[in-house]
């Protein structure tokens, strides 16, 4: 919670005096050098990638997620997961020194979900990713993966001269 007051504390415009009462009654004028408000940030995709080790659980947060988006107004891309889990196995002995033919294995299963998302400005994608991340279940993973839009450089935009 202290973290999220301490975003929106920066968040939040800075209003910069214009005018200051002195104390012969004169008005002076402060110019500070206020920033100028920059231009919000434009993303193309926004990929997600979700681990976990049960798939329901996964299914019932990507739908949680894209009903998320549907409310703050952002594209739905596809959303997909592979059908195999990744199997990840251990064999270990059971015997600390002897017994090299009684052995264990264990084994643990992660299952993926990837999610796309098109058309974002900045405030919006930062809005969205803090609401899912504060949202995420327990032994669900994520990460997440942002296309940013650039203009063209001014040097790049003009042809070169002909020869």
């Known amino acids: 919670m202290l973290q999220a007051i301490k975003t929106l504390r920066w968040t939040q415009p800075m209003r910069a005096l214009s005018t200051v009462n002195t104390s ?7 110019s500070p ?5 920059e231009p919000d940030k434009l993303y193309s995709k926004l990929e997600i990638e979700l681990r976990g080790i ?3 659980v996964l299914k019932s947060y990507t739908w949680f997620a894209t009903t998320a988006a549907e409310h703050l107004g952002i594209e739905k891309g596809k959303c997909w997961s592979p059908r195999k889990a990744h199997h990840e196995r251990m064999t270990l ?15 643990v ?3 993926f979900r990837y999610m796309n998302f098109h058309k974002l400005t900045g405030s919006t994608l930062d809005t969205f990713l803090e609401y899912i991340e504060r ?3 327990e032994g669900v993973a994520l990460q997440a993966s942002r296309t940013e839009l650039q203009e063209i450089p001014e040097h790049l935009r003009q042809p070169p001269e002909q020869v």
């Open 93 to 107: 002995l059971k015997s600390v020194h002897i017994y090299k033919k009684h052995r264990v294995q264990y084994e």
């Open 33 to 37: 050098a206020a920033p100028a408000p």
């Open 135 to 137: 949202n995420l279940p």
């Open 54 to 56: 049960d798939p329901a």
């Open 109 to 111: 299963r992660t299952h």
């Open 24 to 30: 012969s009654g004169k008005q002076g004028s402060l």
